[in-house]
Nanobody
Framework: QVQLVESGGGSVQAGGSLRLSCTASGYSHWNFCPVGWFRRAPGKERVEVARINGDGSTPYADSVKGRFTISRDNVKNTLYLEMHSLKPEDTAMYYC????????????????????WGQGTQVTVSS
């Protein structure tokens, strides 16, 4: 059974930093398929924050470029999100996600009904 467990959320003042972690278990293709971080602010829809594609590219949402860094440790099966210069508008529940392996060298896209999700970790930034 695939499990993604996030940690590292908390409450910080504007300008502060946090590092989110997401540890995967039960998924042998974790190191192969795209992974990413999403967030959902109160009353808003879930949005993609950053991802690591299969080719290693790391696109970011414009709102976090230059402040957030996504990375993965394939030995520890862990995905990270380093967040700096946090703003109140970064307040949200943050979720990690992993695309599901399809077959051969193919994974499904990161954002499908087949995606694996963590339970989320809350980030609150006060002004």
């Amino acid at each position: 059974q695939v499990q993604l467990v996030e940690s590292g959320g908390g409450s910080v003042q504007a300008g502060g930093s946090l590092r989110l972690s997401c540890t995967a278990s039960g998924y042998s293709h974790w190191n192969f398929c795209p992974v990413g971080w999403f967030r959902r602010a109160p009353g808003k829809e879930r949005v993609e924050v950053a991802r690591i594609n299969g080719d290693g590219s790391t696109p970011y949402a414009d709102s976090v470029k230059g402040r957030f860094t996504i990375s993965r440790d394939n030995v520890k099966n862990t995905l990270y999100l380093e967040m700096h210069s946090l703003k109140p508008e970064d307040t949200a529940m943050y979720y990690c996600a992993s695309a599901r392996f399809a077959s051969g060298a193919i994974c499904f896209d990161l954002l499908t009904s087949a995606t694996y999700w963590g339970q989320g970790t809350q980030v609150t930034v006060s002004s």
